[in-house]
């Protein structure tokens, strides 16, 4: 939908993506799909669920085994995002690295997105 030819929408770290095989894999999923939503005290969040049944209205990424669906309303914001998993003393989890954020909230759960040509 917002693509460019012979490019990913997203893209994976090799951490991400064998963190995305292992979860489709455990459960017998077919992907993850992330998306956005209102939220939080920065304005959005991300979100992130299991798919069963992908959408024909999603864009699908695939690498190494790992699927990720963007819902069709998130494309805009999530374009040139690269995902990566991120493991510390504290916790592990994904993170998002997208050139579309503006700002971020303190904790780093919500964000806001620039402002998106002709919006």
Not at 79 to 100: A, H, M, Q, R, W
């Amino acid at each position: 939908m917002f693509g460019i030819p012979g490019k990913q929408a997203v893209t994976m770290t090799p951490k991400a993506a064998a963190q995305i095989a292992r979860l489709m894999q455990k459960d017998g999923h077919a992907g993850l799909r992330i998306g956005v939503k209102k939220g939080g005290c920065a304005g959005m969040e991300y979100t992130m669920e299991y798919v069963e049944d992908p959408s024909p209205n999603d864009e699908v990424v695939e690498q190494d085994g790992a699927r990720i669906l963007i819902a069709p309303m998130a494309q805009m914001f999530l374009f040139g995002t690269e995902i990566d998993y991120e493991v510390t003393l504290l916790e592990s989890g994904f993170k998002f690295n997208n050139p579309n954020v503006a700002e971020a909230c303190g904790c780093g759960e919500s964000i806001s997105f620039k402002e998106q040509p002709g919006s």
